[in-house]
C-alpha cells in the first residue's frame, strides 16, 4: 500500500497571508490527523477528522481549521500567518487500529 | 495538562550496547502507548505500539509497559549507527484519538 501523502513539502508565506495544506491517506483509512512539530513545543495535536467530521480538536486558535472530503483526502488551512506559524506539519492517516502513520510532512516558512 | 516526559538526552551509546530510553506520563486513564523514531528532517516513524503492563519484544526493540508507574520504556538491543535518532514517546489517552507526545529523547550510538 501506499503511505500517507502530503502536499506542497514545502512552503515560504508572508505574514498576514493564508496557507492550504493537503493529506492523502493510506488507501482505506478513514481518520487523518493533523500535528504542527516545532523545536520549542514538539509535536502538538492539531485536530482528526473521520469520516468528513471533526471528532477531535487541539487547543488552537480559530485561524487554524481543516475538513475532510468523501475520499478521505484532508486539507488543513491556516489564515493570517504569524511568524510563529512557522513549522513541521504532519498528518497521521489510522485505520481500524489506533496506531497512526505519519506522512513526510509539510515544512512551512513564514517570513 | 497532559504530560508526557522525557529526557532530552542527546543518550550515548557505544556500537552494541543496550540503549534504554524512558518516558513518563501524566494521564492514568491512557490507554494506548507508542514509541516512533525520527530522524534529523524527517517524519516520525512507528518502532512499536503496547497496551498491556509487561513487556513487548520486536526484533531489537522491546518495549515495557507498567501502567501503575505510569512509565513506559524502550529498549534497543545491539545498537546500531543506524538507531540514531529522536525517539518520540507517544500516548492516547481518554480523549478520541489524539495523541499526546514527549519532546523526544536523542540517542546517539557510536562506532
Known amino acids: 500500500k501506499a503511505g500517507v501523502t502530503q502536499t506542497p513539502r514545502y512552503l515560504i508565506k508572508t505574514r498576514g497571508q493564508q496557507v492550504t495544506l493537503s493529506c492523502s491517506p493510506i488507501?482505506?483509512?478513514?481518520?487523518v490527523s493533523w500535528y504542527q512539530q516545532t523545536p520549542g513545543q514538539g509535536l502538538q495535536f492539531l485536530f482528526e477528522?473521520?469520516?468528513?467530521?471533526?471528532?477531535n480538536k487541539g487547543n488552537f486558535p480559530g485561524r487554524f481549521s481543516g475538513r475532510q472530503f468523501s475520499n478521505s483526502r484532508s486539507e488543513m488551512n491556516v489564515s493570517t500567518l504569524e511568524l510563529g506559524d512557522s513549522a513541521l506539519y504532519l498528518c497521521?492517516?489510522?485505520?481500524?487500529?489506533?496506531?497512526?502513520?505519519f506522512g513526510p510532512g509539510t515544512r512551512l516558512t513564514v517570513l | 495538562q497532559k504530560e508526557v516526559e522525557q529526557n532530552s538526552g542527546p543518550l550515548s551509546v557505544p556500537e552494541g550496547a543496550i540503549a534504554s530510553l524512558n518516558c513518563t506520563y501524566s494521564d492514568r486513564v491512557s490507554q494506548s502507548f507508542f514509541w516512533y523514531r525520527q530522524y534529523s528532517g524527517k517524519s516520525p516513524e512507528l518502532i512499536m505500539s503496547?497496551?498491556?503492563?509487561g513487556d513487548k519484544e520486536d526484533g531489537r526493540f522491546t518495549a515495557q509497559l507498567n501502567k501503575a508507574s505510569q512509565y513506559v520504556s524502550l529498549l534497543i538491543r545491539d545498537s546500531q549507527p543506524s538507531d540514531s535518532a529522536t525517539y518520540l514517546c507517544?500516548?492516547?489517552?481518554?480523549?478520541?484519538?489524539?495523541?499526546?507526545f514527549g519532546k523526544g529523547t536523542s540517542l546517539l550510538v557510536t562506532p
Open positions: 488507501s482505506g483509512h478513514r481518520s
Open positions: 507517544a500516548v492516547n489517552g481518554n480523549s478520541g484519538y489524539a495523541l499526546n
Open positions: 497521521a492517516s489510522m485505520g481500524e487500529t489506533d496506531t497512526q502513520y
Open positions: 503496547i497496551y498491556s503492563n
Open positions: 477528522y473521520f469520516s468528513e467530521t471533526q471528532r
